[in-house]
């Protein structure tokens, strides 16, 4: 199992940026695919980004061209580099992995994009 930490949420500005930390627990590079959803209030939560253990990433539509999704296997970290923030972007941010036929999810982190 891993446990998931989501560090770096916060209140920001429209076209702001913000850096979200995921830190586990055990090393990542036993982690097949590491992602990045968000819950806004409401809504049902959605996938933003997915990255593989070889690099290869997908993102969803309304974030491709600003945010990034990368991966620090020697600091078993992934991250979230997010920029030209808008308000639709608030939500509580989750970290999430599949380490074999489990998915194991961290508390979240706050985002708030103000007008």
């Known amino acids: 199992q891993v446990q998931l930490v989501e560090s770096g949420g916060g209140l920001v500005q429209t076209g702001e940026s913000l850096r979200l930390t995921c830190a586990a627990s055990?090393?990542?590079?036993?982690?097949?695919?590491i992602g990045w959803y968000r819950q806004a209030p409401g809504k049902q939560r959605e996938l933003v980004a997915q990255?593989?253990?070889?690099?290869?990433?997908n993102y969803v539509n309304s974030i491709k061209g600003r945010f990034t999704i990368s991966r620090d296997n020697a600091k078993n970290t992934v991250y979230l580099e997010m920029n030209s923030l808008k308000p639709e972007d608030t939500a509580v941010y989750y970290c999430?992995?599949?380490?074999?036929?489990?998915?194991?999810w961290g508390q979240g982190t706050q985002v708030t994009v103000s007008s």
């Open positions: 055990r090393s990542t590079s036993n982690i097949g695919v």
């Open positions: 999430n992995a599949i380490l074999g036929f489990k998915t194991y």
């Open positions: 990255i593989s253990n070889g690099g290869t990433t």
